[in-house]
Nanobody
């Protein structure tokens, strides 16, 4: 079983940067598709960025050019570098691991961007 654990959220001003980290236990981490999702108050959870086991990346249109997802399989880590943050990026960010037909979610980390 894979248990993602996020860290790195916080409060930042508009235009600032944050890096989210996620560690996920499991010896087959490298085979999982990893992703970052977010949920703002009153809104549905949405996919922000995903990275496949082969390194292919996909991004939400509104974060393209500002956010970068990466993974380090040797450390069982996935990262989300967020630059040029906007108030609209304020949400709880969740790390997701998907593999063998199952989804695993972290507990979430709050990101707040002040205007």
């Amino acid at each position: 079983q894979v248990q993602p654990v996020e860290s790195g959220g916080g409060l930042v001003q508009t235009g600032g940067s944050l890096r989210l980290s996620c560690t996920a236990s499991g010896s087959i981490f490298s085979t999982y598709r990893m992703g970052w999702y977010r949920q703002a108050p009153g809104k549905q959870r949405e996919s922000v960025a995903v990275i496949t086991s082969g390194g292919l990346r996909n991004y939400l249109d509104s974060v393209k050019g500002r956010f970068t997802i990466s993974r380090d399989n040797a450390k069982n880590m996935v990262y989300l570098q967020m630059n040029s943050l906007e108030p609209e990026d304020t949400a709880v960010y969740y790390c997701n691991a998907y593999g063998l037909g199952k989804n695993y979610w972290g507990q979430g980390t709050q990101v707040t961007v002040s205007s």
